[in-house]
């Protein structure tokens, strides 16, 4: 069974930084594309970041340059490294897996964690 939990996740005020990060288990993480998603109620869920097998990656507009995503396959985690955080970023982020092939779309991911609640105060 698939199984993608995020942790990491809470309160900080603007500018501040946080980590969160996804435990992958039921899944070949090493051949498996991993994204960060994040929604908030009433909205779209929204398209962050993404990492690949072979490590490359991608960004959305919204937060590259503040935001790295990086993975440790030998313990089958993926990371969020947000800095510079801002209000807008308050989310739900909810980590997603895929076989290989490039989406920011949130329908073409196969397995989702259940979220982890990040909040940025000014």
């Known amino acids: 069974q698939v199984q993608l939990a995020e942790s990491g996740g809470g309160s900080v005020q603007s500018g501040d930084s946080l980590t969160i990060y996804c435990a992958a288990s039921g899944v070949s993480f090493a051949s498996t594309d991993m994204a960060w998603f994040r929604q908030v109620p009433g909205k779209e869920r929204e398209f962050v970041a993404r990492?690949?097998?072979?490590?490359?990656?991608f960004y959305a507009n919204r937060v590259k340059g503040r935001f790295t995503i990086y993975r440790d396959s030998s313990k089958n985690t993926v990371f969020l490294q947000m800095n510079s955080l801002k209000p807008e970023d308050t989310a739900v982020y909810y980590c997603?897996?895929?076989?290989?092939?490039?989406?920011?779309?949130?329908?073409?991911?196969?397995?989702w964690g259940q979220g982890t609640q990040v909040t940025v105060s000014s």
């Open positions: 997603a897996a895929k076989s290989s092939g490039f989406s920011t779309t949130a329908i073409d991911y196969d397995d």
């Open positions: 990492v690949a097998w072979d490590r490359s990656t």
